[in-house]
């Protein structure tokens, strides 16, 4: 019962909606005015990775968002009294194992498809590794962008998933509306501006994906691995001239970029693999009423608490 955690709090449905709303405002601000700038933003990117450096410039980006995770979790902390282990997880305890095995199964399987097709496709990749320049760009990643991710999850898959779900007593609902709005929030990226809006089915596929992990195993661990995964390694290995994330990788995509039927297999294809395999590693089941079936009332989770603890 992830979302009724919420329950363990100061309730007041309206602390849910003051940082998503602040959150939400100033991503739609920055869309408006980058849609009717006449700036290149990937001129602009390249003019400030030039004055300030990639990894400057990589701090720059990550650090609103790093400040975000530290407001939530202060926020959860301090106004709604709830703890940060219930904000995270429905058990007793955060379970670090799940956020590793998640982290080192997304991780292994990027690495893998990301070289094959390196070895596929070699002339759509430059080796870019300077020993010198790396060793920065991985204390920077490394120490950064895991806050970064999970300021996202915290943000999505818990603070609005429990409180849309407390609100509206369905799992469903926060399902969806979390899903879009993570799915919107990357509509200004530049590898949209690049590629077309087609590019945000997979941005909304990763937030549902993203969001079943969490509604199907009560807690935000495994979404917490996946994601830090993800941004690490794309960080780490391979980047472009048109991507958010323009680092001193390993190797530099080069190839002129194409919406084509790959962008999608994730969300079609690898995602619901990915389920099928935690699933089994967690011993999963009941998934209708996991992801549709109604959130208690409050005095329905106390019932069920203490009826939980005398039978211990």
Do not use: C
Request: hydrophobic share 50%.
């Amino acid at each position: 019962m992830y979302i009724e955690q919420g329950y363990k709090g100061d309730i007041g449905l309206w602390k849910y909606f003051v940082i998503p709303t602040g959150f939400i405002g100033f991503m739609a601000i920055n869309y408006v005015i980058t849609i009717n700038s006449d700036i290149d933003v990937e001129v602009a990117m390249a003019k400030m990775i030039e004055q300030f450096g990639s990894n400057l410039v990589l701090i720059m980006l990550l650090l609103p968002l790093v400040a975000g995770f530290f407001i939530v979790l202060g926020w959860t902390f301090l106004v709604h009294r709830q703890s940060i282990t219930s904000l995270t997880t429905s058990r007793n305890k955060i379970d670090w194992k799940r956020i590793l095995f998640s982290f080192v199964l997304w991780g292994s399987i990027t690495v893998f498809f990301t070289l094959l097709d390196i070895y596929a496709s070699p002339g759509d990749y430059e080796w870019n590794f300077d020993l010198g320049k790396f060793i920065p760009l991985a204390i920077v990643a490394i120490s950064l962008i895991p806050l970064q991710t999970s300021f996202e999850e915290y943000l999505f898959r818990g603070h609005m998933m429990q409180g849309l779900g407390i609100l509206a007593k369905n799992r469903w609902l926060p399902l969806i509306v979390t899903s879009v709005l993570f799915g919107l929030m990357h509509i200004a990226n530049p590898e949209v501006g690049k590629l077309g809006i087609g590019l945000m089915v997979y941005y909304i596929g990763t937030g549902f994906f993203l969001g079943i992990l969490t509604l199907m195993d009560e807690g935000l661990e495994l979404a917490l691995g996946f994601h830090a995964a993800n941004n690490l390694i794309t960080a780490l290995l391979v980047t472009a001239d048109w991507t958010a994330f323009q680092t001193d990788s390993i190797y530099r995509d080069v190839s002129e970029p194409t919406l084509g039927f790959d962008a999608y297999i994730p969300v079609f294809v690898v995602f619901p693999i990915l389920l099928l395999i935690f699933s089994r590693k967690y011993k999963w089941s009941n998934w209708k009423e996991r992801l549709f079936g109604k959130v208690l009332t409050q005095e329905e989770f106390v019932v069920s608490n203490e009826a939980g603890s005398s039978t211990i």
